[in-house]
């Protein structure tokens, strides 16, 4: 399957097998559709893994297919991005250079947004990637089921590990860490950066958050793997 998909601003041609469509997606999809239809809330769902799984790609294409599929109901993807405290913030308490790490996230306005979103339709703030900061005025949420993307919504750490009681079903995306590596160096050469550069950009910062991701989450209901290919198959669920 060939779809073209709109992620942070831009535009990315994306391939999927037909048979991880089959296998792994739809599944899901029919899943949250049988528990939002049992439960007296919003389904909201976490999407959590390490930078370069292609989390919110994976996210958009989810929620393109719900609204395709016949007798499911349609997913609205979010990301945790448009937490991040704002670059005014970051500057102001010296969390600029370590942006993207659990520290600059506003937990406490993610939280709140979490309690209301199980009941009301609400704004969800967005990060703009041409601005690098955050827009409050985001995205209308009315969806009766919802998946959040980001890297640390299975942190267990203080505070972040208080999350899951707002989340009705968890899928963690893992990857070898040298697949990762590549992803993220070529990336950043893509982007303009000298191959020194990227590779100690990677060592003294994506690194540690793949590391961090990885070695200090809470378990999860379905867990993917990414593969070589940038595909997914599934390695454990309930």
Known sequence: MKMQ??????????EYSDSMIETVIKPMINQWTIMRKKSDHRCIVFLAAPPAVGKSTLAHVIERLSH????VIPVQ?????GFHHKNEYLKKNHLSEIKGMPETFDLEAFTAKLKRLQHDNIVWPEYDRTLHDVVDEGVYVESEIVLIEGNWLLLDEKGWNDLDQYCDYSVFIKADESLLRDRLINRKIRGGMSQEAARNFYLNSDRKNIYRVMNNQKKADLVLEMEPSGEYKIVKGE
């Open 5 to 14: 998909v709109k992620v942070n601003g831009f535009e990315y041609k994306i």
């Open 68 to 71: 395709d599929m016949k007798n």
């Open 77 to 81: 993807s979010l990301s945790l991005d």
